[in-house]
């Protein structure tokens, strides 16, 4: 037999299989119509047991093929038992609610909260995101959420991950403790350069200030300078530099963003000091409800599942049964509990495609904690 052959072999059992798939998916359906009108839940674990215990056994040399076959058709089948039965959820109606006609275009203006001062790289984050943004400055990541959950400011912008440094912990710290949504999120390109007083010489310098991010990013250059120079923490980058002109002092000097050079007054020592010129941020705009416009296309979530094993499979499962991209999952310890985490989630998702609610329902059903993040566009 010649593979020509077997290749039509093949075709005509793909025919025989794909025809056996529709009337298993019809099946499906009744039975998700079946649970509906009888309130039972979606996910039957001993059904499932059964299945693929059954399936494998007749297999044969294939016992271990047959398994993830089976264990597939069994997560497309949930999966479209979820579509059946969608619609009837907090999240499908916080979504519902929070989706904006197509004409609605994300606001060139309005009072948003920014933390540090005029210089930063988050003010520049805010007016690439916002082009007629009126900025109202604060200390912390936290003034910044308690500036848009009080109603002070109606959005807030911050950064949330570096391509080098990784996330912003704090910022994902407070998505879980503030009731706010992300509604648009931008990535800029972070150039640093290390700034001192005018007549200042890189030898002159003792003390380096900046945001521990910074800091991060410019390790290799940090390290060249040797023990002799201490380095400094502080809120940020662009208040560093500040920190630098005030004091008169020509042994400091800060890592800050070139706009900090005219705005305080200062040199440039080095330029372009970030341990990679491929170094990004993302920053997020939140706001104090979801607002979903025309056009997104991220969806974030926080999660929690049963400390089994398993648990983050069966979610990672209900992405992969209807396609969607996962560009981040994170762990965060829950504060105050031994060895329990909370999962951030970032999907390639759009609430208004075929799908995506009923796998935030199931999500809802079967997660210990679920909260929607937002759905939203990157600029």
Same mark, same amino acid.
């Given at each position: *037999?010649?593979?020509?052959?077997?290749?039509?072999?093949?075709?005509?059992?793909?025919?025989q299989i794909l025809d056996l798939f529709i009337k298993r998916m019809e099946l499906t359906e009744q039975v998700a119509e079946?649970?509906? /009108?009888?309130?039972?839940? &979606?996910?039957?674990?001993?059904? /499932?047991? /059964?299945?693929?215990?059954?399936?494998?056994?007749k297999a044969g040399q294939y016992g271990d093929y047959a398994y993830q076959l089976f264990s597939r058709l069994i997560d497309l089948?949930?999966?479209r038992q979820c579509e059946v039965n969608s619609g009837d959820s907090k999240i499908s109606a916080l979504v519902d609610a929070a989706l904006l006609p197509a004409e609605k275009l994300f606001p060139r203006s309005g009072m948003v909260a920014c933390q540090g001062v005029e210089g930063s790289n988050s003010q520049q984050a805010c007016e690439k995101l916002m082009s007629r943004a009126n900025i109202m400055y604060f200390k912390t990541f936290e003034s910044v959420f308690s500036a848009v959950d009080s109603g002070?400011?109606?959005?807030?912008?911050?950064p949330i991950e570096n391509n080098i440094n990784g996330s912003v912990r704090a910022v994902y710290e407070l998505l879980q403790r503030y009731s706010c949504s992300i509604v648009r999120q931008t990535r800029m390109n972070i150039r640093?350069?290390?700034?001192?007083?005018?007549?200042?010489?890189?030898?002159? =310098?003792?003390?380096?200030?900046?945001?521990?991010?910074? =800091?991060?990013?410019?390790?290799?250059?940090?390290?060249?300078?040797?023990?002799?120079?201490?380095?400094?923490?502080?809120a940020n980058t662009a208040l560093a530099a500040k920190i630098v002109a005030e004091s008169g002092d020509v042994t400091k000097a800060s890592i800050s963003s070139p706009a900090c050079v005219e705005l305080y007054g200062l040199n440039v020592l080095r330029d372009d000091i970030q341990d990679s010129e491929n170094n990004y941020t993302?920053? &997020?705009?939140?706001?104090?409800?979801?607002? &979903?416009?025309?056009?997104?296309s991220h969806t974030s979530l926080?999660?929690?599942?049963?400390?089994?094993?398993?648990?983050?499979?069966d979610i990672l499962s209900m992405l992969s049964a209807r396609g969607i991209? *996962?560009?981040?999952? /994170?762990?965060?310890?829950?504060?105050?509990?031994?060895?329990?985490? =909370?999962?951030?989630?970032?999907?390639?998702?759009?609430?208004?495609?075929?799908?995506?609610?009923?796998?935030?329902?199931?999500l809802e059903r079967t997660c210990e904690s679920f909260t929607f993040l937002g759905c939203y566009a990157e600029v």
């Open positions: *037999m010649d593979i020509k052959e077997l290749r039509s072999g093949i075709d005509t059992v793909d025919q079946y649970k509906k /009108e009888n309130a039972l839940p &979606i996910v039957n674990r001993q059904r /499932e047991r /059964e299945i693929l215990s059954d399936m494998s056994g089948s949930k999966a002070l400011c109606e959005y807030g912008v911050l640093h350069e290390l700034l001192a007083l005018p007549g200042a010489k890189l030898s002159d =310098i003792k003390e380096i200030y900046s945001h521990e991010q910074a =800091i991060g990013q410019c390790g290799a250059f940090l390290s060249s300078l040797g023990t002799d120079v201490k380095i400094i923490p502080c993302k920053f &997020i705009c939140i706001a104090k409800k979801p607002a &979903i416009y025309a056009g997104s926080i999660i929690s599942c049963p400390n089994k094993p398993g648990a983050l499979s991209n *996962m560009v981040k999952l /994170e762990s965060c310890p829950v504060t105050g509990r031994n060895f329990e985490f =909370i999962f951030y989630l970032e999907l390639d998702a759009n609430v208004r495609e075929a799908g995506v609610v009923s796998m935030l329902e199931e």
